[in-house]
């Protein structure tokens, strides 16, 4: 073993330990905010990051300290981040202790992942399968000499997650360039690995073919640092997942608020591995003497000790800086383009859809289309891909397994890397297995992480009901994705402006939300002629946050006028509701829901003195509703009646049959009789 790397691994772990040993001996000052430490995990973990390069992503997890002081973190770096200080490097005081983001140039890349536990496996292989993509493409960057490689951390109770097996399928089928490294010190949080798993992760491993697993002692330094070694040698050249699973023992408490002595039955036994007393004795064997052994722990405890003062010194967040950094902004703040070019027939909006995509993919090779049904074969269920595939490729378009967290959690990665996913979930329905990593990893991304990591992606999403779909083909989940915050939402009525919205949504660089109204897609449902529309021009853009008054009126003092504000199909009830008394009704198509025109709207209504706000969902604690409330409260002295809603009826589904779908949802007649009510009023 080379004696610079022990010297550097046992700095590091002294380093490591004597971190942990502080924090118990100030635990009154360090325990305000809740913190975990690597102790017993140190040499797996320096062994592991004294290997990866600067073009290499790592996703460490919230045990792995140690990990990131071997990637030349220092400890203040992380001891600001314990203390919630304003100059954390990773999140400016907004996340917990060893929760890294990181873009430094001479160091490892590390994206935001959560505290979710296991939810860092989608990412993670969403950045390998940004690697392979832009290898694929001649897209990487060719002045590498060592290609570069993604590596994952778990702990090995994480393995037992659903989304695990996600990410483990993803990177096996297709091969990706991706190290798993699961840290087994046999415990849950106060549940051991007896009672929750029937086998450890290397055994789970042999399940998936095509993922390597090893099985190591991580406690050893000497012994992780040769197997990593070869390991990551093997996924530089040969471009292919390995699973290490690393034994280890845990030599601290879970968490700060955890103590181990309140439930570990086994502390003996896990001191018994301490990493070390065994790598010290391998500097022994290396030649060294116990007085240069002795100065490196005294210079980590000097350092730690030092580093530890200034931080308690440093400053705190003021209040001003938790509005910072939720968005970054994007270069589309106007209309800009012809949005109705002379001689043009009109389409329907489907193909409005499927025209801006294939424009971006032709202008952008970092442009790709995934997710369930929308390769070649297919091109769609709705036809919404059709003839992509063909047009850029299978690497550029193409099909996932019945995955929707992989397909949501994956843009993280693929955006890491520079890459812009345009995905899909089939339908709004299935959208909830994709939530946890909507909510958890790709919202929270860029306001955690200070801004260093936006997540630029487009999620299609197919909404609403339409010819009978059922309860499991015609939902609506706005209310659910705009109580989301971090992401932007557009839901728009006409394929004008699905067009114009998709290419803002491209150039944005945070994360997007499509809803895509089935009913409108082809205009097949009576009334919705105008969702057709001429497309527009190629370098059309709509921006976020701009309703359309698409049936503006004059103030009128002597005739009730009213504000109908909707979105998607209840455009075109609303619209067809108002036939004959178009004098009367402005109507509001908002466009989006997040950012929302808050400044149309209430000035819409301060001119009529009413206002309506339509709605597909169940009204009962939805968008609508807290709409309404909102436009009740800024514009209450001007309203001549309560600000009324109208959605579907309270039910948990929409039933099949056509008969109770009719009475489930809105339609132009019930909208026209709320009208009439609030008009009388």
Known sequence: MNKNILKKGYDKLSTAKAMTELYEANFKQVSKYVHATSRGHEAIQIALGLQLLPQDYAFPYYRDDAMLLSFGMQPYDLMLQLLAKKDDPFSAGRSYYSH???????????????????????????VAMGMQYKELQGLGDKTLKDAPLVVCSLGDASVTEGEIAEAFQMAALKQMPILYLVQDNGWDISANAAETRAQNAYEYAQGFHGLEAISIDGANFTE??????????????????????????????????????????????????????????????????????????????????????????????????LFTNDFVPTPITEEKGIREPEGGEKVVMV???????????????????????????????????????????????FNTPIQEAFIVGSTVGMSAVGLKPIVEVQFADYIWPGLNQLFTEVSRSCYLSNGKWPVSMILRVPIGAYGS?????????????????????????????????????????????????????????????????????????????????????????????????????????????????????????????FPLDEDTIMTSVKKTGKCLVVTEEPSNNSFARALAGKIQEECFKYLDAPVMTIGSENMPAIPLNSTLEETMIPSTEKVKAKIETLLDH
């Not at 873009?103 to 990412?123: E, L, R, V, Y």
């Not at 018994?272 to 005294?298: C, H, M, W």
């Not at 030092?306 to 001003?320: C, R, Y």
């Not at 919705?528 to 701009?546: C, H, I, M, Q, R």
Request: aromatic share 8%; with cysteine; net charge negative.
């Open 100 to 126: 890294p983001s990181l873009k430094d140039d001479d160091k490892p890349k590390i994206p935001h992942q959560s505290s979710a536990t296991g939810m860092q496996a989608i990412p993670a292989t969403g």
């Open 351 to 397: 193909d409005c859809a499927l025209f801006a995509v294939e424009e971006l993919m032709r202008e952008h090779k970092e442009c790709l289309l995934y997710g369930q049904d929308v390769g070649g074969r297919l091109g769609g269920v709705f036809r919404e891909a059709a003839t992509l595939a063909q047009k850029f490729g299978d690497d550029r378009v």
């Open 469 to 593: 779909g059922g309860p499991y083909h015609s939902s609506s989940v706005e209310s659910v994705v705009t109580n989301i915050r971090g992401i932007k939402i557009a839901y728009p009525s006409n394929g004008a402006d699905l067009k114009g919205l998709m290419k803002a949504a491209y150039y944005d660089p945070n994360p997007v939300v499509i809803l895509e109204h089935k009913g409108l897609y082809w205009s097949k449902v009576k009334g919705t002629d105008g969702a057709t529309s001429v497309e527009p021009s190629e370098d059309y853009v709509l921006p976020f946050g701009k309703a359309w008054v698409l049936q503006e009126i004059w103030k009128q003092d002597h005739v009730e006028t009213l504000t109908i504000v909707t979105y998607g199909m209840g455009v075109h009830w609303a619209y067809n509701a108002t036939k004959g008394m178009r004098d009367q009704i402005e109507i509001i198509d908002l466009r989006t829901l």
């Open 224 to 321: 992780s640092y040769e197997a990593l070694e070869k390991v990551i040698k093997t996924i530089r050249t040969e471009r292919r997942p390995i699973l290490v699973h690393a034994k280890v023992p845990l030599l601290n408490h879970h968490t700060s608020g955890v103590r181990m002595e309140w439930y570990r039955d086994d502390l003996e036994e896990a001191r018994s591995r301490d990493p070390y007393p065994v790598l010290k004795q391998q500097l022994i064997d290396a030649g060294f003497s116990e007085k240069e052994i002795n100065q490196i722990e005294t210079k980590a405890k000097e350092n730690v000790q030092s580093d530890f003062e200034k931080a308690l010194k440093a400053e705190d967040p003021k209040p001003e800086d």
